[in-house]
């Protein structure tokens, strides 16, 4: 039996475990609040888990390895604050967000800005998410029918609908239950595809220090912090990936809204944090060693697969090829799913007010809409637009910029105003995009930036001084709402 | 009315990660003698994820 053979042996098994989880907890969905949030019936395990697979991309897995294997320790700032994102998150929103999530009977992260800032605001915030959120999707399924095409040689499209037709299946089937149970899973099997890889890849490069003496020679500016990019960049990279998470992933940020438990919440932190700790330290070694090991590459992004097939058996092979496709299903699944609740109930019943509909009726709406956007992803994916390039590469950026300080002012500042709240976020979003458009014209580049600021910190700065500015000479949010906002008894929350 | 309580340890942690860590990315021409890299990287690249992990724990056990 050759390799490519095992791997698809593995990976079809993986695929049917995917299905059958969608199955099992399509029983359990009995309403709206079940498909799209699960309310009060998920672990802490299963949250946390979620939340970082969620929050993990493909990119995490293929990518990050490519690019710490060309920038060398240059990215290495960045992929700790990747993995500080749950401590950030969950400290900082988490629990304000379960909170009023549970008292103002929010399903998602827009419901939580229509609580605090108004109706407007809901909906602007809504709007920005989803046009953010949608080409994502298209991202990850290209880069998974890519891998696939690449790895296993069924061809492109053939692979694009495989993959995008089991996710939409089991998300459709599931709701919340099955992304999330299939988060845990997928969690598990990316630190089995890591804990497999890593000692061998150490072994052959000679042990630790032999493999940095390796590395030196094969990227000499690479072994230190600076020598492959300007220092603001590495700055910026290290503020950005841990903290801008609390805006610019609203569908992570959406697991805080399953759990009413404040207990389980923080045990939740343990795990994510765990979980990420382990993901992005073994990612960083292993694509070290991938400079050590195979200086001779035609892309970064082959360094996983090439390092696969050149050293482990094909049936671990297929577990680690099984670990990167789930770690782009998981954020699939959950962007799906937070795509269509936020269509169904912030566009649907409250922006054009259908709020008779039955909880049967959402559901079956949910389920709808998820099915449309998955095709839309689909569709899209075959082959992008520009513009839509354009958007993946800045979607995260923007829903940084626009939300984290509007949310965490919402949150925690009584004095933020209805006005500041929508003017921040708006603010925030152009902010980002202009920037975006200025290192465009200075450097003909999307990930070049005028001082090497990102845009995501250019447009939160932006945000954060327009809201306090705004909320200095606007009128006070109504007292009763701040009240209900900021009482903190147990008598109110739960 | 009880108001929310802001977690100001766990802020503060997060503070020193911060600066720390944007101090240590800047230091130039550190000497390699720690398994083949510089100080500053292992410390970031490494020791800074038992960082995080504690500060979790911390947070998770007395919600501060």
Known sequence: ?494 | MKKPEFPKVSLMLMIIFTVVGCILVSIPNLPRNIFGIDIAVFTVGYLGYIYLILACMYYAKTGK
């Not at chain 1, 690019?67 to 290495?76: A, C, D, E, H, I």
């Not at chain 1, 800032?117 to 029918?145: D, E, N, Y």
């Not at chain 1, 598990?188 to 890889?197: D, S, V």
């Not at chain 1, 992008?384 to 965490?408: E, Q, V």
């Open chain 1, 1 to 494: 039996m050759n390799s490519q053979f095992m791997y698809i042996v593995i990976i079809s098994l993986y695929f049917i475990a995917m299905i059958g989880i969608g199955v099992f907890f399509s029983k359990r969905v009995s309403d709206d609040k079940d498909y799209f949030l699960a309310k009060d019936k998920l672990s802490a395990p299963v949250i946390g888990f979620s939340f970082s697979a969620t929050q993990m991309s493909g990119s995490t897995y293929m990518g990050t390895i490519g690019t710490v294997r060309g920038m060398g320790y240059s990215f290495v700032p960045s992929a700790l604050s990747s993995a500080a994102a749950p401590w950030f998150c969950y400290v900082l929103v988490g629990d304000r967000i379960r909170k009023i999530s549970a008292r103002f009977k929010c399903a998602t992260i827009a419901d939580i800005f229509e609580a605090r800032f108004g109706r407007i605001t809901g909906i602007v915030s809504a709007v920005i998410i989803i046009i953010a959120s949608i080409p994502s999707i298209a991202a990850q399924l290209k880069a998974a029918g890519t891998a696939f095409e690449v790895l296993i040689g069924i061809p492109y499209v053939a692979s694009l609908f495989l993959f995008g037709g089991i996710v939409v299946v089991y998300t459709l089937l599931g709701g919340m239950f099955a992304v999330a149970w299939t988060d845990l899973i997928q969690g598990i099997l990316m630190i089995l595809g890591m804990t497999i890889l890593l000692p061998v890849v150490l072994v052959a490069a000679g042990g630790f220090t032999a493999m940095h003496e390796a590395y030196a020679v094969f990227n000499p500016n690479g072994i230190s912090f600076q020598g492959s990019q300007p220092l603001m960049w590495i700055i910026s990279g290290f503020l950005v990936w841990g903290f801008y998470q609390i805006g610019g992933q609203p569908a992570a940020v959406t697991r805080f809204q399953t759990t009413s438990d404040s207990g389980k919440l923080k045990r939740a932190l343990i795990y994510s944090i765990i979980f990420e700790s382990i993901i992005f330290l073994f990612v960083s070694m292993i694509a070290i060693a991938a400079g050590a090991l195979i200086p001779e590459l035609k892309s970064s992004d082959m360094a996983l697969p090439m390092l696969i097939q050149t050293y482990l058996h094909p049936i671990l092979g297929g577990v680690v090829l099984a670990a990167a496709l789930g770690a782009m299903m998981s954020t699939v699944d959950s962007v799906l799913l937070m795509v269509s609740s936020i269509f169904v109930n912030n566009i649907y019943i409250k922006a054009f007010n259908n709020k008779d509909i039955s909880h049967e009726k959402v559901t079956s709406l949910g389920r709808t809409i998820t099915v449309i956007i998955g095709v839309a992803g689909l569709l899209i994916a075959i082959k992008p637009p520009d513009a839509i390039l354009w958007i993946i590469t800045m979607g995260f950026s923007i829903m940084a910029a626009a939300f984290t300080f509007p949310l965490l002012l919402g949150l925690w500042w009584s004095k933020a105003t209805d006005k500041a709240g929508l003017i921040g976020i708006i603010s925030g979003a152009v902010a980002a995009v202009v920037w975006y458009v200025l290192g465009f014209i200075k450097y003909h580049s999307l990930s070049v930036f005028i001082g090497g600021i990102w845009p995501a910190v250019f447009g939160s700065l932006i945000s954060l001084i327009v809201v306090i500015l705004v909320s200095k000479i606007t009128e006070e949010t109504n007292k009763d709402t701040i009240a209900l906002f900021f009482d903190d008894s147990d008598e109110v929350g739960a």
